[in-house]
């Protein structure tokens, strides 16, 4: 099974703020890599160079990684999965997701990746757990974080 992950995922990897979101991060691109099913979009890699560079309020001013450092780790990133990059039937797609699925722009655009390349899953908090978005379908890696796992029921039995 191939994964899409989402930024959420590699922020949290350094975000001190939730040791138990930080660990469960880390663990699934850990196990993720080791089965070769991870890819990763162009946007989250994009993102994430942001949001763990950008000054944290919560955190003094600090940001979570040093630019310098943040670029090796986006580095290091696509040397470990494959990397995504947009095209006209992605960007079209995602047109479609915002549309269908009134997702938000980045949200669609992110399906979008997952849904044109045939991957199965995203691993992301900012969808609905379980849900499915044409052929993809969306597991939130950090629900484990409050105990609980919530699945969807099937919506028709076999």
């Known amino acids: 099974m191939k994964v899409l992950v989402d930024t959420n995922v590699l ?3 350094y975000d001190p703020r939730s040791p138990v979101k930080r660990d469960l991060a880390a663990r699934h691109l850990r196990d993720g890599v ?5 890819v990763l979009p ?4 994009v993102e994430f160079v942001s949001v763990v560079t950008r000054p944290q309020t919560e ?18 990133l696509m040397a470990q999965m494959p990397v995504l990059y947009p095209d006209e039937a992605v960007l079209r797609t995602a047109l479609f997701g915002t ?8 949200d669609a655009h ?23 978005y044409g052929s993809v379908r969306v597991r939130d890696p950090f629900l484990e ?7 969807l029921p099937p919506l028709y039995e076999s």
């Open 110 to 132: 992110l399906w979008a990746y997952a849904e044109v390349n045939g991957l199965d899953e995203i691993l992301s908090e900012d969808f609905e757990h379980g849900r499915r």
């Open 145 to 151: 974080a409050a105990d609980e796992v919530h699945e």
């Open 42 to 45: 162009h946007q989250a890699l």
């Open 34 to 38: 080791a089965r070769d099913e991870m």
């Open 99 to 106: 549309m269908t699925y009134q997702l938000s722009w980045f």
């Open 59 to 76: 955190l003094g001013g600090a940001s979570l990684l040093e630019r310098a450092a943040a670029c090796r780790e986006a580095e290091s």
């Open 11 to 13: 922020v949290y990897r």
